[in-house]
């Protein structure tokens, strides 16, 4: 009886584990479920390796599944992840790859995800949704000291084409001209002291007229203000004479064509009394007593009498 029991019991336990185990290999209730994503990487993912942990701000939310390169870009590595069901992967969310330490373990680390970025979803171009992806560390690293190591390549490269044996020649040469030069301007010491000298005492002239020439081109701008004043005045009084001398000339106009027929009659009748004038100037040398007696009657000429007797 004893050993019945206990062998259901056995069996009975037995069952539950079987169950519980297959429960859980089924998804059981506390079980972590976990989402595919997708990252595209533009270097290398040495030290990378499939379980590798997937980092977000430093805490742990899922794993790297798969590693592949893209058959389309073998310059390209293609990055399976698993990630918890809940993690909040946006779509300005960003992968890094980097290293754990000084033992060289590499992970991924995710960060980015503002709080108004949407979720990030699959497109139609790929199955799983892909996250954005930036150089680590040691890929912006290794292209800054590509860069640099360029840069001194070509100024290796030109201070060898500076230091060549033609431009050490020249150099040579042009230090022996600098010392020649040298050598002169010792000689000449004095010359130079003396002409620096004279220069200064120019300069000095020069100054001093220059102060000079101060009231002077005062004087003189004053002058042409004055002239140009001037000039505004004739150019005035000018015009208001064009006008006087249009006035005065429409009235002559029409002062000549209203007198001058008035003037013709009485210079016709100057002319008659100038005649009168004339013939009675005459008449008083003739005989000065016409002015008190009148005129004589002019005298019958001969045959003139004898005719009018006749007449019946």
Same mark, same amino acid.
Do not use: C
């Given at each position: 009886?004893?050993?019945?029991?206990?062998?259901?019991?056995?069996?009975?336990?037995?069952?539950?584990?079987?169950?519980?185990?297959?429960?859980?290999?089924?998804? &059981?209730?506390? +079980?972590?479920?976990?989402? @595919? *994503?997708?990252?595209?990487?533009?270097?290398?993912?040495? &030290? %990378?390796?499939?379980?590798?942990?997937?980092? *977000?701000?430093?805490?742990?939310?899922?794993?790297? !599944?798969?590693?592949? %390169?893209?058959?389309?870009?073998?310059?390209?590595?293609r990055l399976?992840?698993?990630?918890?069901r809940g =993690? @909040?992967?946006?779509?300005?969310?960003?992968?890094?790859?980097?290293?754990?330490?000084?033992? &060289?373990?590499? *992970?991924?680390?995710?960060?980015?995800? =503002?709080?108004?970025?949407?979720?990030?979803?699959?497109?139609?171009?790929?199955?799983?949704?892909?996250? !954005?992806?930036? @150089?680590? $560390?040691?890929?912006? $690293?290794?292209?800054?000291?590509?860069?640099?190591?360029?840069?001194?390549?070509? =100024? /290796?490269?030109?201070?060898?084409?500076?230091? /060549?044996?033609?431009? !050490?020649?020249?150099?040579?040469?042009? %230090?022996?001209?600098?010392?020649?030069?040298?050598?002169?301007?010792?000689?000449?010491?004095?010359?130079?002291?003396?002409?620096?000298? #004279?220069?200064?005492?120019?300069?000095?002239?020069?100054?001093?007229?220059?102060? +000079?020439? &101060?009231?002077?081109?005062?004087?003189?701008?004053?002058?042409?203000?004055?002239?140009?004043?001037?000039?505004?005045?004739?150019?005035?009084? /000018? +015009?208001?004479?064009?006008?006087?001398?249009?006035?005065?000339? =429409?009235?002559?106009?029409?002062?000549?064509?209203?007198?001058?027929?008035?003037l013709d009659?009485?210079?016709?009748?100057?002319?008659?009394?100038?005649? #009168?004038?004339?013939?009675?100037?005459?008449?008083?040398? !003739? #005989?000065?007593?016409?002015?008190?007696?009148?005129? /004589?009657?002019?005298?019958?000429?001969?045959?003139?009498?004898?005719?009018?007797?006749? +007449? @019946?």
């Amino acid at each position: 009886m004893n050993y019945a029991f206990v062998g259901g019991f056995v069996l009975v336990l037995g069952a539950v584990l079987v169950a519980g185990v297959l429960w859980l290999a089924s998804g &059981g209730a506390f +079980q972590t479920k976990y989402d @595919p *994503y997708l990252a595209i990487m533009d270097e290398s993912v040495s &030290g %990378l390796n499939k379980n590798a942990p997937v980092k *977000y701000n430093g805490v742990e939310v899922g794993k790297v !599944r798969g590693i592949q %390169l893209d058959t389309a870009n073998p310059n390209r590595v293609r990055l399976t992840f698993a990630i918890e069901r809940g =993690t @909040p992967i946006k779509e300005d969310t960003v992968a890094v790859l980097k290293t754990q330490g000084l033992t &060289g373990i590499a *992970y991924v680390e995710l960060a980015g995800g =503002t709080r108004d970025s949407p979720p990030l979803r699959a497109t139609a171009e790929e199955e799983y949704p892909v996250i !954005r992806t930036k @150089p680590s $560390l040691s890929a912006r $690293l290794e292209n800054v000291l590509t860069t640099v190591l360029a840069k001194l390549d070509r =100024t /290796s490269s030109n201070i060898d084409a500076i230091l /060549s044996d033609e431009n !050490r020649i020249a150099f040579s040469n042009a %230090l022996a001209d600098i010392a020649v030069v040298s050598h002169t301007f010792a000689a000449r010491k004095d010359t130079l002291d003396a002409g620096i000298t #004279s220069a200064a005492r120019t300069f000095d002239n020069s100054a001093r007229v220059t102060a +000079q020439l &101060g009231p002077v081109i005062d004087r003189i701008g004053r002058s042409a203000d004055a002239v140009e004043k001037m000039g505004v005045e004739t150019a005035a009084a /000018s +015009q208001s004479a064009t006008k006087t001398i249009d006035a005065v000339g =429409t009235d002559v106009q029409r002062l000549t064509a209203e007198t001058l027929p008035e003037l013709d009659r009485l210079l016709g009748e100057l002319n008659l009394l100038s005649a #009168s004038l004339r013939r009675l100037s005459a008449q008083t040398e !003739r #005989s000065p007593n016409s002015l008190v007696f009148g005129r /004589s009657p002019v005298p019958d000429g001969p045959g003139e009498s004898s005719m009018a007797t006749k +007449q @019946p």
